[in-house]
């Protein structure tokens, strides 16, 4: 009974802290309301911000310096298998590469903190939330092990 109520507590905290996290994305979304669409969940925690708000910068001197940028959205930011997904419309070769190292850069970066980080993963959580990158000290305060199933895709 006591460890039912410790862990409701201890899910209810974890929870709002994820809702707290994911609301600090909203300073983003209007900064950069010109090319992040108004319906985009940016979901990911808070560890993610740095790498969010440069690709954004990134996003926004290009957009700045060339019109055939215009129409350019973002629609979807997420963590997925542990690292972060960003959905998009367009097949710009600049665009992509500025993306994909984004992207690449999620690989070490722990999502919880923003230090260096390793992809985890957990037993507790249902396959599809299993991964997660974080530092040794998150990975330990939420009881990660280590993979490696990402070897050669940028991982070190
Ligand atoms: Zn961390």
Request: aromatic fraction near 14%; include cysteine.
């Amino acid at each position: 009974m006591i460890w039912g109520g410790f862990l409701a507590s201890l899910f209810f905290c974890l929870y709002l802290l994820h809702v707290m996290s994911t609301l600090g994305f909203s300073h983003l979304k209007q900064k950069y309301s010109h090319f992040i669409t108004p319906d985009c969940q940016i979901d990911c925690d808070h560890g993610w911000s740095r790498l969010l708000e440069d690709l954004c910068a990134a996003i926004n001197l290009l957009m700045s310096s060339d019109p055939i940028y215009v129409n350019f959205r973002i629609s979807s930011i997420k963590q997925k298998f542990g690292v972060l997904m960003i959905e998009y419309n367009s097949s710009d070769e600049l665009i992509q590469e500025i993306i994909d190292f984004t992207h690449t850069l999620s690989y070490n970066t722990c999502e919880i903190c923003g230090q260096e980080g390793k992809l985890h993963a957990s037993l507790r959580w249902s396959k599809w939330s299993s991964y997660k990158t974080l530092c040794n000290t998150h990975a330990v305060r939420f009881r990660y092990y280590e993979i490696n199933l990402m070897k050669g895709k940028g991982v070190k």
